[in-house]
């Protein structure tokens, strides 16, 4: 099974930025595809964004020109960048893969926006 480990969370003030990090177990290339979902308080787990294997990826309307999800192969990490993070963003964020059938999640990190 893919262990995922995520770092990069925090606090961070409106408008301010952070980025995510999600280092995998095994490559990533073995991987069909990797993502960001968050997790407010009292809401559903949501998509935030994926990328897969051949590098297409999907974002939540309402991050898209906000966040940006990336990969460094070397690393067997995927990152997610926020810029102009607002209050709404507050979550707790966590990193997916899903490979051979199969899907394993990260602990989760936690992002506050707040001022």
């Known amino acids: 099974q893919v262990q995922l480990v995520e770092s990069g969370g925090g606090l961070v003030q409106p408008g301010g930025s952070l980025r995510l990090s999600c280092a995998a177990s095994?490559?990533?290339?073995?991987?069909?595809?990797m993502g960001w979902y968050r997790q407010a308080p009292g809401k559903q787990r949501e998509l935030v964004a994926t990328?897969?294997?051949?590098?297409?990826?999907n974002y939540a309307d309402s991050v898209k020109g906000r966040f940006t999800i990336s990969r460094d192969s070397a690393k067997n990490t995927v990152y997610l960048q926020m810029n102009s993070l607002k209050p709404g963003d507050t979550a707790i964020y966590y990193c997916?893969?899903?490979?051979?059938?199969?899907?394993?999640w990260g602990q989760g990190t936690q992002v506050t926006v707040s001022s």
């Open positions: 095994r490559s990533i290339f073995s991987i069909y595809s």
């Open positions: 997916n893969a899903q490979y051979d059938g199969r899907s394993s």
């Open positions: 990328i897969t294997v051949g590098g297409s990826t």
